[in-house]
């Protein structure tokens, strides 16, 4: 691609991007705990513009502001600062100027719906009720009887309702009571945030994560939240409610096509939104933005069942659903979920990998994932997510250190971590995989050099084949004369499958066999989970 071209094309049509979880990347201060500079120190794995590296193109940072840490930076305090455990605003600065050197975007975590309940502005809001701020956030009186004055419930358990004595009101949080919920219907609530974008963007950031995009507007009326029926969990769990009430309003629309405002103002942004939504859901958030520069994730590769069809047919009616300039995404993992690994195996994780990188759209790494690291077993005496005290979804395991070497603590740091290695790191590390053909990070690295340099895959049309076999998807990607196909097979058995083409080359395996070689794919033998990207030739 010409560089002509290259500026005229939005950069999130053209990368990987690579989710940091700052805590856990790479310690380079030996606290135990990751910070900015050992990201810098790290930038050339992720990508030094040869094909040792793995090739991505932008890195999304969850939370780095000042933060308490009772959620890990999703309980923010200040949003314009860095927290000193991970550095200053210096080093960001570097950072930024470093990612941008190796053409590395950066993608800031922008947790809109909640701050801390350290943050000035909740601080005061909770001084008194007269007070100017009170309305930044969502206050009410109790009911007659004490009580919160509706059944609304914390996505991490209990009541979202916390009653101040001093005021005797509550407030809201949709999550911790350490993360009160900010009133997004309060337009200096608005302005202040933009500004939020707004310093992000002078510092040089390419893009944002919206956090928990589908809670910022809640009804204007506080209607209790229904029931769902038959409902036969236990008593006060979040998911015998439906949360028609406290979540996916439509206003929520507005909120962030005023975010995209913000973004088309200035030249080559992005903005994707963390909401986890089935096809017509996933839609209407494309429809909020009229600039073609926002996205909602689609997170349902981690929940659909292990089945070749059900995939195909989630791909093809989420392909459907889109207008010509949305853009879609594909996740696989993220620091809120089991790892890919974990949760299926590793031979079913290569199979993932090479569809991930092989769909149109955006496809987001999970840190370590590209390595098939799994979640860490994290005894409960040092277990560190609150979450995880008040719910039986403790999210430790999948935010463990990075294993770069078979050295003491992995190569993460020189002390203790935070949060311990996983045991298996002697044998799953970057070191160990960079020169294993047959390891994980060989076959991510070779599907993302593939795709970045390929006009197909990078730009060219989807269409799945129908080859009447349950087992295997397959599918082309086109763009003018190259044609590329991907066979993606889900069974633990061998599956042949007929296409209506002779020859073909081979490109990637998922496991490494036949590369480069000239073979007849009129009819073809797949190997357990075996997966083949093949440009077709006739
Ligand atoms: C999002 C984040 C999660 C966090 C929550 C509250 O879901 O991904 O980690 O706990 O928001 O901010
Ligand atoms: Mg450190």
Redesign the pocket.
């Known amino acids: 691609m010409n560089n002509k071209n290259k500026t005229q094309i939005n950069w999130s049509r053209e990368s990987v991007v690579y989710q940091i979880y700052p805590w856990s990347f790479k310690d380079s201060d030996g606290d135990g705990i990751g910070d900015l500079q050992g990201i810098i120190d790290k930038l050339d794995y992720l990508n030094d513009g040869t094909e040792k590296s793995l090739g991505i193109g932008a890195i999304w940072l969850?939370p780095i502001y000042t933060s308490p840490m009772v959620?890990?930076g999703?309980?923010i305090s200040d949003y314009l600062d860095v927290d000193p455990v991970f550095g200053d605003i210096k080093i960001f600065d570097r950072l930024v100027k470093e990612a941008h050197k190796r053409d590395i975007k950066i993608i800031m975590d922008f947790?809109a719906?909640?701050t801390s309940n350290k943050h000035p502005w909740f601080e005061e809001s909770l001084s008194s009720r007269t007070n100017p701020k009170r309305d930044w956030y969502i206050w009410k009186d109790p009911k007659p009887d004490g009580s919160p004055p509706n059944n609304w419930l914390s996505?991490?358990g209990g009541s979202a309702w916390t009653l101040d004595r001093k005021t005797n009101q509550y407030y809201l949080h949709?999550?911790?009571p350490e993360?009160p919920d900010l009133n997004w219907r309060n337009i200096e609530v608005k302005t202040a945030m933009e500004k939020v974008l707004e310093f992000w963007i002078h510092k040089g950031v390419d893009g944002f994560r919206s956090?928990?995009t589908y809670h910022l507007i809640k009804d204007d009326q506080f209607r209790d939240n229904p029931p769902k029926p038959n409902y036969q969990g236990p008593k006060d769990s979040y998911d015998g409610l439906i949360h028609t009430y406290s979540q996916r309003r439509p206003e929520t629309l507005d909120v962030i096509n005023s975010f995209c405002s913000i973004l088309g103002l200035h030249k080559d942004k992005y903005i994707v939104s963390?909401a986890y939504l089935d096809i017509p859901e996933m839609a209407k958030l494309y429809k909020a933005c009229t600039n073609s520069l926002h996205a909602p994730f689609n997170f349902n590769l981690i929940s659909l069942p292990w089945n070749a069809k059900l995939v195909k047919n989630h791909i093809d009616d989420f392909e459907a659903s889109l207008s010509k300039n949305d853009w879609p995404n594909y996740v696989l993992g993220?620091?809120?979920r089991p790892r890919v690994t974990t949760r299926i195996g590793e031979k079913r994780a290569r199979l993932l990998a090479m569809l991930l990188f092989t769909l149109r759209g955006m496809p987001f790494v999970y840190y370590g994932d590209e390595i098939g690291m799994e979640n860490g077993e994290i005894p409960p005496d040092k277990q560190k997510d609150l979450?995880g005290n008040r719910l039986a979804a403790n999210?430790d395991g999948e935010r463990t250190p990075m294993q770069w070497d078979d050295s003491a603590h992995a190569g993460f740091s020189i002390v203790e971590p935070w949060l311990s290695v996983d045991k298996k790191y002697k044998d799953v590390n970057v070191k160990k995989e960079l020169n294993d053909p047959m390891s994980m990070l060989y076959l991510y690295r070779k599907l993302i050099h593939y795709r970045t340099h390929n006009h197909a895959l990078l730009h060219g049309s989807y269409r799945s084949l129908d080859l009447g076999d349950n087992h295997v998807f397959a599918y082309l990607r086109e763009l003018g004369d190259e044609k590329v196909l991907i066979m993606l097979n889900f069974s633990k058995d061998e599956e042949s499958v007929s296409f209506p083409y002779q020859k073909a080359n081979v490109i990637c395996t998922t496991n490494g066999g036949r590369v480069g070689k000239i073979i007849d794919i009129s009819t073809i033998t797949l190997s357990p989970y075996q997966g083949y990207v093949v440009e077709v030739i006739n």
């Open positions: 969850s959620d890990f999703y309980d947790v719906n909640h996505v991490f949709s999550f911790l993360q956090d928990a963390e993220n620091h809120d979450v999210r």
